[in-house]
């Protein structure tokens, strides 16, 4: 299984620290702490897998994250979407929908827990808006209580393709999708979704007249 490079740096970082503390604490016997740094080291690795998916053909809109749904609302005449990852889930973000990346906007905030409603207007959160085969997606990497580091890829004018990988959020954190009236919604609250391979929303077929 794939690593995000991140999560092999931290884990170096861990296991050096824990040598460290072994050699200066053990005749102490504080030789626990090197072994705490060396489970930190493992659940890092492990945090930060990065796992290849199998992305669904045909016209729809593909899960950005790893989680469980937690909303389904109306704002204005979209339908947001918004799922809570908690800190076991695969943190590696992917785009709904392929097409080009027409906006990329940093919002500063709060740090709300990320299964708090408030949050996904009031944390802080990178949005991406991505138009293609006629339709335009928004959605959001939005930070948590613990989650102080968003990483999002993609500029704008780049072309991307439906289940490609554009970010993550490091620990727990949340992804809010806003859909137009073109989507019908293929999941609901308490369902738990897979970034790239889950199906949370279908294009309306409308028949030509």
């Given amino acids: 299984?794939?690593?995000?490079?991140?999560?092999?740096?931290?884990?170096?970082?861990?296991?050096?620290?824990?040598?460290?503390?072994?050699?200066?604490?053990?005749?102490l016997g504080g030789s626990w702490l090197a072994a705490v740094m060396g489970l930190l080291a493992l659940f890092c690795l492990y945090f930060f897998r990065d796992p290849d998916r199998d992305i669904p053909s045909g016209p729809v809109a593909v899960s950005p994250a790893d989680g469980k749904v937690v909303a389904l609302v109306p704002e204005g005449p979209l339908n947001r979407l918004s799922i809570f990852l908690n800190i076991f889930d695969v943190h590696v973000n992917r785009s709904p929908i392929g097409g080009t990346v027409d906006n990329v906007e940093y919002h500063p905030g709060k740090f709300m827990v990320a299964s708090h409603e408030a949050c996904s207007h009031d944390n802080e959160q990178t949005v991406l808006t991505v138009t293609g085969d006629g339709t335009t997606v928004v959605f959001k990497q939005i930070a948590g209580l613990i989650a102080r580091r968003i990483v999002c890829t993609p500029k704008p004018g780049d072309l991307i393709a439906r289940g490609d990988r554009i970010g993550l959020i490091k620990f727990g954190s949340r992804c809010d999708v806003l859909f137009g009236p073109e989507w019908e919604i293929a999941v609901r609250p308490g369902q738990?979704?897979?970034?790239?391979?889950?199906?949370?929303?279908r294009r309306i077929q409308r028949n030509p007249r």
């Fill in 192 to 201: 738990r979704v897979s970034a790239g391979s889950s199906v949370i929303a």
């Fill in 1 to 27: 299984m794939k690593i995000v490079s991140t999560g092999v740096y931290y884990a170096l970082a861990l296991c050096a620290a824990g040598a460290l503390l072994f050699w200066l604490a053990a005749p």
